[in-house]
């Protein structure tokens, strides 16, 4: 399999992992929703698990995978601030868990552009 082809289903792997690790160990993942947003943490954590589910299954199938991919994109810009409020809820933390948080920091762009990329990609094949 070419890895244009590849591309999609890892990204989709990814995020099914993600979306069921929500599920799985959910309170680290509380811990990293910004305080400003109403209702509970938890509610906020099971929510951006099942998004993370549904784009996984909406990239792993080909007929919705151009669409899902720019969904995931933005998802992916919209989890930033969470990203952020862990560092910045992480800067006492042991330096190898501050390191962690800071780098999630620089991550969120290759995503983003994975997931243009896969857009693209499935754009380009119809």
Known sequence: MPRSERSPLLLAGLL???????????????????????????????????????LAAGIAAPRTRAVAAKAAAAFFVGVFPANVQMAVDWRHRPAPLRRAALARLPLQLPLVLWARGVARNEEGRS
């Open 16 to 54: 099914a992992a993600a979306g069921v690790a929500h599920f799985a160990t959910p309170r680290p993942f509380d811990a990293t929703i910004p305080r400003a947003l109403p209702g509970s943490p938890r509610a906020w954590t099971y929510g951006s698990g099942v998004v993370e589910l549904a």
